[in-house]
T-cell receptor
Framework: AQSVSQHNHHVILSEAASLELGCNYS??????LFWYVQYPGQHLQLLLK??????LVKGIKGFEAEFIKSKFSFNLRKPSVQWSDTAEYFC????????????FGKGTTLSVSS | GAVVSQHPSRVICKSGTSVKIECRSL??????MFWYRQFPKKSLMLMAT?????????EQGVEKDKFLINHASLTLSTLTVTSAHPEDSSFYIC???????????FGPGTRLLVL
């Protein structure tokens, strides 16, 4: 069975600081990888996704993530965070097969102070 | 992107009553829909997967007689919480995926409070 672990439970940064959120997954086969963001009081939004190809994926709002197959990792990065990036961030994985659901990590709360 | 709606956005009910939550894909045909439950400060827990026209597949530990899922059409799935109790209070989120899509699109969620 697939599982996802996010090591950082709560990250606190000042504006303009760089961000890296860890995500590791456990699954023996090919996977699709996702990062979702949930702003306070809002629903989940897709930040970026990796299916295949270039392991460095760029998403919306200046976020990027790198898939490192040997480490089973898909860490999220942003070179300079803004106060508006304060949100809950979820890493998720599924197998690229019809009908399989996304399995989520526990989430990381990012608080950015201005 | 694809849009998924949920109704109602929040509901308060008395213990022992049943509550139905609707999930609709507005601009695509959702061959598969998923129901998640999100506890405060916790991740999304997959409850069940439903494919249009067939019975839902429930995750381990989820009572299928308590959480009835119907996916009668390609644009609508419903989750009915039967005989709700206060411990069923939570945030329920649906997501949908089309036949040839690999991305799930999420609804805005329904907050259920059982008194």
């Amino acid at each position: 069975a697939q599982s996802v672990s996010q090591h950082n439970h709560h990250v606190i940064l000042s504006e303009a600081a760089s961000l890296e959120l860890g995500c590791n997954y456990s699954y023996g086969g090919t996977v699709n990888l996702f990062w979702y963001v949930q702003y306070p009081g809002q629903h989940l939004q897709l930040l970026l996704k990796y299916f295949s190809g270039d392991p460095l994926v760029k998403g919306i709002k200046g976020f990027e993530a790198e898939f490192i197959k040997s480490k089973f990792s898909f860490n999220l990065r942003k070179p300079s965070v803004q106060w508006s990036d304060t949100a809950e961030y979820f890493c998720a994985v599924n197998a690229p097969k019809a009908g399989t659901a996304l399995i989520f990590g526990k989430g990381t709360t990012l608080s950015v102070s201005s | 992107g694809a849009v998924v709606s949920q109704h109602p956005s929040r509901v308060i009910c008395k213990s022992g009553t049943s509550v139905k939550i609707e999930c609709r894909s507005l601009d695509f045909q959702a061959t598969t829909m998923f129901w998640y439950r999100q506890f405060p400060k916790k991740s999304l827990m997959l409850m069940a997967t439903s494919n249009e026209g067939s019975k839902a597949t429930y995750e381990q530990g989820v009572e299928k007689d308590k959480f009835l899922i119907n996916h009668a059409s390609l644009t609508l799935s419903t989750l009915t919480v039967t005989s709700a109790h206060p411990e069923d209070s939570s945030f329920y989120i649906c997501s949908a995926r089309g036949r040839f899509q690999e991305t799930q699109y999420f609804g805005p969620g329904t907050r259920l409070l059982v008194l």
